[in-house]
């Protein structure tokens, strides 16, 4: 008797953790569709295009630093690399993101 109460205990938490994982998944994917951009914004897409183009680095770093908050002093700590170099490669990446915008008319000098 004993060990049909210890396994129905344990079929009773395995079924309220899965419920509660299910909930937790509707949740986040209600999250998740409130999120997400209701209108396409050609520029965004054009942005992220232009980022996609960058070396792995420097997309990393741009990345860091306006989609994720991180410092450039923060960012060096994270890629284990020296401050001069990421502030370095971070103002090479924008202006190259820069240039590429003021080529397709996107923004001005």
């Known amino acids: ?57 420097d997309r990393e770093i741009i990345g860091l630093v306006y989609w994720e908050g991180f410092s450039l002093a923060e960012v060096a700590r994270i890629l284990s690399m020296r401050a001069a170099t990421v502030r370095s490669r971070h103002a090479r990446a924008r202006a190259r993101l820069h240039d590429a915008l003021v080529e397709t008319g996107d923004v001005q000098r």
């Open 1 to 57: 008797m004993w060990l049909y109460g210890v396994a129905r205990k344990t079929l009773l938490a395995h079924r309220r953790s899965g419920s509660r994982r299910l909930a937790l998944a509707d949740k986040l994917r209600f999250e998740l569709a409130a999120a997400q951009p209701t209108t396409e914004n050609p520029l965004h897409d054009h942005v992220r295009n232009l980022v996609g183009d960058l070396d792995e680095i």
